[in-house]
């Protein structure tokens, strides 16, 4: 029988691994989901990327899915006048808007307004952190900020201002020509830099609607104010990543394992895909193998009950992409049986306050599921929510997600144990149990006999729709082999 991890991998591609033999690689290692990080790289070469990536799926008969990674508004510095600089801690030194003539003591932003809106006392870090500024005094063309954390400034590199609120647009022109470049090559998903507010997502969709397209949306949790307003972010879209990163930069370091755990807690309960992300195997970056801490915190991502991790410079520029995935899938394997088990002792509660139905038949399954030892539950849908809020229980048997969308198939690659399989339905309940047990037993999901709880509803092509379950022994005859419930 097919043995797979439940956790889902997510695969950055990047130089070292947008060739046809590195992602056919990544794909047999378990890679469920690509990103796409439109932050680096040119249209052109994210479409070769994009093409080697679906033909590889199709050599693999594989169900995976594509996420397109929109820059957002990065602020970074200007040109730095004669080239790197190293900061003492005590200098001076005088933000000054761009065009202007740079002396020794002088920087630049990219951000017009950076003046204007950074205000006395508020922290100026560059380069993730490294050099840390406090702003002063303010003239109409200058801002003067004092080192408190020295170190090296160069060209180009980033700025965070977490105490500042700014009035960045919350997507540029830039992030607008790949939302535009992603609908046309029908990505699946779209994940949003910066996110500050529910406003924000709600503009992505109304874009990406605006444009003909269906991608689901990604919210990226790096700023402090994402995490103030978190519930009202988290029922504004379709999946979160907790991009630790940024988010470590602009909040206490410290703070950020705690933050994790509270987002994953909270899209648990609203039936939210959660992603956990950044350095999640960095010494892979340019080693064999990870460190132990590495694995520790992969394993806890897990045991948090994170729906995926992310693989970022491991996959893209590393030495060793396909190693990164095998490391992840070994220790989603080992990890997966004890937090199944924690999380049935803990019983957990997912009720999506839009679904309610929905929410109740997916926590019906699931204790159904348990209860006779369900083989697998198949659920069939239109647009995935049932299979999405079914795989938050963390349940001990394969969930099989079921659609004739190839589209909505794809997209259920981002789901916690779910095996997207395109199917029809084939209208009757006798047909349909005929299809679905050919398909299962063709794939090694299910042998003949095996007890299975199968999903559906009355009326598939109408949303919220899903109202019945059936207890059914794979291969069974018509003789009463399943119990309408």
């Given at each position: 029988?097919?043995?797979?991890?439940?956790?889902?991998?997510?695969?950055?591609?990047?130089?070292?691994?947008?060739?046809?033999?590195?992602?056919?690689?990544?794909?047999?290692?378990?890679?469920?989901?690509?990103?796409?990080?439109?932050?680096?790289?040119?249209?052109?070469?994210?479409?070769?990327?994009?093409?080697?990536?679906?033909?590889a799926a199709a050599d693999r008969e594989a169900m995976v899915a594509i996420m397109?990674?929109?820059?957002?508004?990065?602020?970074?510095?200007?040109?730095?006048?004669?080239?790197?600089?190293?900061?003492?801690?005590?200098?001076?030194?005088?933000?000054?808007?761009?065009?202007?003539?740079?002396?020794?003591?002088?920087?630049?932003?990219?951000?017009?307004?950076?003046?204007?809106?950074?205000?006395?006392?508020?922290?100026?870090?560059?380069?993730?952190?490294?050099?840390?500024?406090?702003?002063?005094?303010?003239?109409?063309?200058?801002?003067?900020?004092?080192?408190?954390?020295?170190?090296?400034?160069?060209?180009?590199?980033?700025?965070n201002l977490p105490d500042t609120p700014l009035s960045l647009p919350a997507l540029t022109q830039r992030d607008e020509e790949y939302l535009a470049w992603s609908v046309r090559h029908g990505l699946d998903y779209v994940a949003l830099s910066f996110v500050r507010c529910a406003d924000d997502l709600v503009l992505l969709r109304r874009r990406i609607t605006e444009l003909g397209g269906d991608l689901r949306t990604v919210a990226k949790i790096e700023k402090p104010q994402a995490v103030e307003r978190l519930a009202e972010i988290i029922d504004a879209c379709d999946v979160l990543l907790v991009a630790r990163g940024d988010l470590g930069v602009e909040m206490d370091v410290a703070q950020v394992p705690l933050v994790q755990k509270e987002i994953v807690r909270q899209c648990g309960y609203a039936g939210r895909p959660v992603i956990i992300a950044t350095q999640m195997l960095q010494s892979m970056v340019t080693q064999q193998a990870p460190t132990r801490a590495e694995v520790s915190d992969v394993a806890n991502a897990i045991l948090d009950c994170a729906?995926?991790?992310?693989?970022?410079?491991e996959t893209a520029v590393g030495c060793c992409p396909a190693a990164a995935v095998r490391m992840i899938r070994r220790i989603a394997m080992e990890t997966e049986p004890l937090m199944r088990r924690l999380a049935k002792r803990g019983n957990r509660e997912v009720m999506a306050a839009a679904l309610r139905v929905t929410s109740a038949v997916a926590r019906g399954a699931a204790l159904l599921a348990r209860d006779l030892n369900a083989k697998l539950i198949a659920v069939w849908t239109r647009v995935g929510n049932t299979p999405s809020l079914l795989s938050k229980h963390r349940l001990e048997m394969p969930i099989v997600g079921l659609s004739p969308n190839e589209a909505v198939c794809r997209r259920m690659a981002m789901l916690y144990g779910v095996t997207p399989i395109r199917l029809e339905h084939g209208g009757s309940d006798e047909a349909m149990l005929a299809r679905l047990d050919d398909a299962l037993i063709r794939r090694g999901l299910a042998r003949p006999g095996d007890l299975t709880i199968v999903i559906t509803g009355t009326e598939l092509t109408r949303p919220g729709s899903t109202n019945t379950l059936l207890i059914h022994l794979v291969g069974a005859t018509t003789a009463m082999p399943h119990e309408r419930m």
């Amino acid at each position: 029988m097919t043995v797979v991890n439940h956790t889902r991998i997510i695969a950055t591609v990047g130089p070292a691994s947008a060739n046809d033999e590195t992602l056919r690689a990544l794909i047999d290692a378990g890679t469920n989901v690509f990103r796409l990080n439109f932050s680096h790289g040119t249209p052109d070469q994210h479409a070769d990327a994009l093409a080697r990536i679906r033909r590889a799926a199709a050599d693999r008969e594989a169900m995976v899915a594509i996420m397109g990674d929109l820059p957002g508004p990065k602020i970074r510095l200007g040109v730095v006048a004669g080239g790197p600089r190293l900061l003492a801690a005590g200098q001076t030194m005088r933000f000054v808007r761009a065009a202007q003539p740079h002396a020794a003591d002088e920087l630049e932003s990219n951000y017009s307004p950076f003046i204007d809106e950074v205000q006395p006392g508020h922290r100026i870090l560059i380069d993730d952190g490294q050099v840390v500024l406090r702003a002063g005094e303010r003239t109409a063309d200058a801002l003067l900020a004092t080192c408190e954390v020295g170190g090296v400034v160069s060209d180009r590199k980033g700025i965070n201002l977490p105490d500042t609120p700014l009035s960045l647009p919350a997507l540029t022109q830039r992030d607008e020509e790949y939302l535009a470049w992603s609908v046309r090559h029908g990505l699946d998903y779209v994940a949003l830099s910066f996110v500050r507010c529910a406003d924000d997502l709600v503009l992505l969709r109304r874009r990406i609607t605006e444009l003909g397209g269906d991608l689901r949306t990604v919210a990226k949790i790096e700023k402090p104010q994402a995490v103030e307003r978190l519930a009202e972010i988290i029922d504004a879209c379709d999946v979160l990543l907790v991009a630790r990163g940024d988010l470590g930069v602009e909040m206490d370091v410290a703070q950020v394992p705690l933050v994790q755990k509270e987002i994953v807690r909270q899209c648990g309960y609203a039936g939210r895909p959660v992603i956990i992300a950044t350095q999640m195997l960095q010494s892979m970056v340019t080693q064999q193998a990870p460190t132990r801490a590495e694995v520790s915190d992969v394993a806890n991502a897990i045991l948090d009950c994170a729906d995926a991790v992310m693989l970022s410079a491991e996959t893209a520029v590393g030495c060793c992409p396909a190693a990164a995935v095998r490391m992840i899938r070994r220790i989603a394997m080992e990890t997966e049986p004890l937090m199944r088990r924690l999380a049935k002792r803990g019983n957990r509660e997912v009720m999506a306050a839009a679904l309610r139905v929905t929410s109740a038949v997916a926590r019906g399954a699931a204790l159904l599921a348990r209860d006779l030892n369900a083989k697998l539950i198949a659920v069939w849908t239109r647009v995935g929510n049932t299979p999405s809020l079914l795989s938050k229980h963390r349940l001990e048997m394969p969930i099989v997600g079921l659609s004739p969308n190839e589209a909505v198939c794809r997209r259920m690659a981002m789901l916690y144990g779910v095996t997207p399989i395109r199917l029809e339905h084939g209208g009757s309940d006798e047909a349909m149990l005929a299809r679905l047990d050919d398909a299962l037993i063709r794939r090694g999901l299910a042998r003949p006999g095996d007890l299975t709880i199968v999903i559906t509803g009355t009326e598939l092509t109408r949303p919220g729709s899903t109202n019945t379950l059936l207890i059914h022994l794979v291969g069974a005859t018509t003789a009463m082999p399943h119990e309408r419930m």
